[in-house]
């Protein structure tokens, strides 16, 4: 079965510093990976996808991921934080399972400092 | 922009009640699901439905039940509700069940079981 590991809990970072969030997806074939934000109190809100073409994909709010199939890594990064992306970010994968149903991580909580 | 609108955000109920959650979205989406969120564990799904009448259990299907009469709308209901159900509720849905397809999440239902 696939599995989508997010290795850290808890970031925290001090504004305008860079972030890199960590994703590791376990499916072998061709990975359908999605990075999700969830602002407090919100539901979770597509940040960007990658199914195919350049590893390097642009998503919204200055996020950006690579992919990288040789380390199974799909890291989310942003080059200068703001105080409002302080929220729990979810990496996902849905390429297996039958019905593609997708595979969460449990997420990582990102902390800003001002 | 695709509308999930879940409708409440906030929920009391009392041990043994039977409690209905509703989901509606405003985009033709075929695939919807539900999905519980707690502290560590992540999101996990409950049920899922790929057009009307259908259902398939996720992974945690005891407890609850779903119905998806509409095409918009996906309901998820417990029988009996229990303290271990006090929860944040999820609803989401996608285009198809395509692996290319993002899920949309509506914001959230805060369901306390006394």
């Known amino acids: 079965a696939q599995s989508v590991t997010q290795p850290d809990i808890h970031i925290t970072v001090s504004e305008g510093a860079s972030l890199e969030l960590r994703c590791n997806y376990s499916?072998?074939?061709?990975?359908?990976l999605f990075w999700y934000v969830q602002s407090p109190g919100q539901g979770l809100q597509l940040l960007l996808k990658?199914?195919?073409?350049?590893?390097l994909v642009q998503g919204i709010k200055g996020f950006e991921a690579e992919f990288k199939r040789s380390q199974s890594s799909f890291n989310l990064r942003k080059p200068s934080v703001h105080w409002s992306d302080a929220a729990e970010y979810f990496c996902?994968?849905?390429?297996?399972?039958?019905?593609?149903?997708?595979?969460f991580g449990r997420g990582t909580s990102l902390i800003v400092h001002p | 922009d695709v509308k999930v609108t879940q409708s409440s955000r906030y929920l009391v109920k009392r041990t043994g009640e039977k409690v209905f959650l509703e989901c509606v979205q405003d985009?033709?989406?075929?695939?919807m699901f539900w999905y519980r969120q707690d502290p560590g564990l992540g999101l996990r799904l409950i049920y899922f439905?790929?057009?009307?009448?259908?259902?398939e259990k996720g992974d945690i299907p005891e407890g609850y039940s779903v119905s998806r009469e509409k095409k918009e709308r996906f309901s998820l209901i417990l029988e009996s509700a229990s303290t271990n159900q006090t929860s944040m509720y999820l609803c989401?849905?996608?285009?198809?069940?395509?692996?290319?397809?993002?899920?949309?999440f509506g914001n959230g239902t805060r369901l306390t079981v006394t």
């Open positions: 989401a849905s996608s285009y198809d069940r395509g692996r290319g397809s993002p899920l949309h």
């Open positions: 499916y072998g074939a061709t990975p359908y």
């Open positions: 990658y199914f195919s073409g350049d590893t």
């Open positions: 996902a994968d849905r390429s297996g399972g039958g019905s593609y149903i997708p595979t």
């Open positions: 985009m033709d989406h075929e695939n």
């Open positions: 439905s790929y057009d009307v009448k259908m259902k």
